[in-house]
């Protein structure tokens, strides 16, 4: 099963609205990594959060992470419709080598 | 600087035939991934270079699957005797020195099996 679960998996909002996308995962890990991919094709890296972060921003993007819930947030404020795309967190095991991503969220984001 | 770079952008084969796909990372990154995406999927891992060291390939899903860097820098992917559930989106990263930092995608090659 996918390490990261994305939740919701569809997200459709208004032009200047806020969209708040969330992710769970299942062991300890050594950092979290939010990306983005349009069209189905190259991902865009976001943010990277790692396990004794609990916050990070990044112009209109804001990341929170629970590590006792494992679980984390993307925040997009005031979004535009250039963001509509679908979004990943991907995790770093702690012994792990490997990024695992989950399924994604697909935002549309409607001028 | 360039990016990551990936040809073909689009193949199309015949069941039963390889392929090699090819990525180039971004110039002075030591680590390098590849991933495979089906349609409406997440990613999938298939392989893990890092510096001098063995690669991880517990991703790879068959014997039919082989990849390879030489050099440390450009790698290929080889499929042999294509199948028509390889087909695909398979993904190129590179990142600075491990999974401890942030990937740089190429814009992938659409693989179609037919």
């Known amino acids: 099963s996918q390490q990261g679960e994305e939740d919701p998996q569809a997200l459709s909002i208004q032009e200047g609205e806020n969209a708040t996308m969330n992710c769970s995962y299942k062991?300890?890990?050594?950092?979290l990594q939010w990306y983005r991919q349009n069209s189905g094709r190259g991902l865009v890296h976001l943010i990277l959060?790692?396990?004794?972060?609990r916050e990070k921003h990044s112009g209109r993007l804001r990341v929170t992470l629970d590590t006792s819930k494992k679980s984390s947030s993307l925040l997009i404020t005031a979004s535009r419709a250039a963001d509509t795309a679908s979004y990943f967190c991907a995790t770093v095991k702690t012994s792990g080598s490997r990024l695992t991503f989950g399924e994604g969220t697909q935002l549309t984001v409607n001028p | 600087g360039a990016g990551v770079s990936q040809s073909p952008s689009n193949k199309v084969t015949e069941k039963g035939k390889d392929v090699e796909l090819r990525c180039d990372p971004i110039?002075?990154?030591?680590?390098l991934y590849w991933y495979r995406q089906s349609l409406g999927q997440g990613l999938e891992f298939l392989i893990y270079?890092?510096?001098?060291?063995?690669?991880?390939k517990s991703g790879l899903p068959s014997d039919r699957f082989s990849a390879e860097r030489t050099g440390g820098s450009v790698s290929t992917l080889t499929i042999q005797r294509t199948q028509q559930e390889d087909s695909a989106v398979y993904l190129c990263?590179?990142?600075?020195?491990?999974?401890?930092?942030?990937?740089?995608f190429g814009p992938g090659t659409r693989l179609t099996v037919t």
């Open positions: 062991t300890s890990i050594n950092n």
């Open positions: 110039s002075g990154h030591t680590a």
């Open positions: 270079f890092q510096g001098n060291s063995a690669p991880d």
């Open positions: 959060i790692r396990s004794n972060e």
């Open positions: 990263a590179s990142s600075v020195r491990d999974t401890a930092y942030e990937q740089y």
